[in-house]
């Protein structure tokens, strides 16, 4: 909901001015998702996610960050392996250190995407 308000006072802004730029036009968004075991269910994850959020921030004049070719709207992180516990939900788990690998690669990418202007504390 709060995208698509942003993105109705964008367009209203924008309506009245097709020069209009928002407060963070061009500004990188990096959009990280996780879900999915398999390489169909990552990119069901990427369409549904990825897309979509890249999309309304798109809407709002943001740049998201291009992880890859074929990810070109973010990243999403593996389940390493699904389980169950006899409770009424599955258990995820991850590779941790493979999340971090790809995270600290997808920042580096923001980093540079930000040109300086922002911090490297992660």
């Known amino acids: 909901m709060l995208l698509e308000k942003l993105e109705e006072i ?6 009245k ?3 209009y730029r928002s407060e963070v036009y061009g500004k990188p968004a990096a959009i990280i998702s996780h879900g999915g075991a398999s390489d169909w269910a990552l990119k069901s994850y990427k369409a549904m996610v ?3 959020i890249a999309n309304a921030l798109d809407t709002i004049q ?4 291009v992880y890859d070719e074929e ?9 390493a392996e699904v389980t169950e516990d006899g409770g009424i939900f599955p258990v995820q788990s991850y590779d941790w250190q493979a999340a971090e690998d ?3 690669e997808y920042m580096e990418k923001f980093f540079v995407a930000c040109g300086g202007k922002c911090g490297k504390e992660y």
Do not use: E
């Open 10 to 15: 964008t367009f209203l802004h924008w309506w």
């Open 17 to 19: 001015d097709n020069g």
């Open 50 to 52: 990825n897309d979509t």
């Open 62 to 65: 943001f740049k998201t960050v």
């Open 71 to 79: 990810w070109g709207t973010g990243i999403s992180l593996p389940v």
């Open 102 to 104: 790809r995270l600290k």
